[in-house]
């Protein structure tokens, strides 16, 4: 079972910055989609932002448009997620995941991933 790695998350005060990396040992990003996805305290996992294997399709959830970024560098089998202007209700375990069934379905949903991460933590607070 491919295990992705999540890196970059940590504690920023609200209007901060963070970059998240995902990383994929032993397993090619390349042609396949990746997806972010957060989960806080007692609230389901819910999809963030996705992007196609070329890089030229994304998608953001309404909650993040305008402040979130997705990106990937195929060169580096990583993908990113450029997080901007963070909120308090940003705070979760953000995760990240591929879609082995083609690079573009716009896949939004848990159930539509995967390969996971063990997720990393984000906290945003003063």
């Known amino acids: 079972q491919v295990q992705l790695v999540e890196s970059g998350g940590g504690l920023v005060q609200p209007g901060g910055s963070l970059r998240l990396s995902c990383a994929a040992p032993g397993f090619t990003l390349d042609g396949y989609a990746i997806g972010w996805f957060r989960q806080a305290p007692g609230l389901e996992r819910e999809g963030v932002s996705c992007?196609?294997?070329?890089?030229?399709?994304?998608y953001y959830a309404d909650s993040v448009k305008g402040r979130f970024t997705i990106s990937r560098d195929n060169a580096k089998n990583t993908g990113y997620l450029q997080m901007n202007a963070l909120k308090p209700e940003d705070t979760a375990v953000f995760y990240c995941a591929a879609d082995l069934r083609g690079p573009w379905r716009a896949a939004t949903t848990t159930t539509e991933y995967d390969y996971w991460g063990q997720g990393t933590q984000v906290t945003v607070s003063s």
């Open positions: 992007i196609g294997s070329s890089g030229g399709s994304t």
